[in-house]
């Protein structure tokens, strides 16, 4: 069974960070490229970055970039997000996802920016 769990999230000042976490299985998660998509409050999904499946190449969204880093460990089959200089924006359930036979995505892990 395909589980993705992320972990990380929780409350941030403004310009502090954070460091989610994706713990894939179920899957051979070196073979997929793998997303991290979030949802604000009353807003639908933004995608956020997304990584290649041997970690070389990344892309973000004009709002993560210069802030936000992707990463991943093949060997410990987890996908990471970490989160810099934190923005009220910022807030929102932060999903990883990947598609193989369909669409996957984990439960979802709260950020919350604020003072």
């Known amino acids: 069974e395909v589980q993705l769990v992320e972990s990380g999230g929780g409350l941030a000042q403004p310009g502090g960070s954070l460091r989610l976490s994706c713990a894939a299985s179920?899957?051979?998660?070196?073979?997929?490229?793998m997303t991290w998509v979030r949802q604000a409050p009353g807003k639908g999904l933004e995608w956020v970055s997304g990584i290649s499946s041997g970690g070389v190449y990344s892309t973000y969204a004009d709002s993560a970039k210069g802030r936000f880093t992707i990463s991943r460990d093949n060997a410990k089959d987890t996908l990471y997000l970490q989160m810099n200089s934190a923005k009220v924006e910022d807030t929102a359930v932060y999903y990883c996802?990947?598609?193989?036979?369909?669409?996957?995505w984990g439960q979802g892990t709260q950020v919350t920016v604020s003072s």
């Open positions: 179920g899957f051979t998660f070196s073979h997929y490229g």
């Open positions: 996802n990947f598609r193989g036979n369909q669409n996957y």
